[in-house]
């Protein structure tokens, strides 16, 4: 299970760290004064959807912990 975990969050950072080809192609199109507030949107855009996804993650497995503690429990 670790290590779909670990998969999952492998994927999710690469996407974080660079623009997809398209995204590079928009933040071109755009004016250069527009452009670097155009990339501190989609790099914030990105660190949020990263850390739901993070925040979903934690959550799943809290519920799967105590799915476990009340099954040995009881």
Excluded: C, D, F, Y
């Amino acid at each position: 299970m670790s290590s779909s975990i670990e998969q999952v969050a492998k994927t999710v950072t690469s996407g974080v760290r660079g623009n997809s080809e398209l995204e590079s192609k928009w933040i071109a199109s755009a004016p250069p004064e527009m452009q670097a507030q155009m990339k501190a949107q989609l790099e914030m855009q990105k660190q949020q959807e990263l850390m739901q996804l993070v925040g979903q993650l934690m959550k799943q497995m809290s519920e799967m912990s105590k799915s476990v503690i009340r099954n040995v429990g009881g």
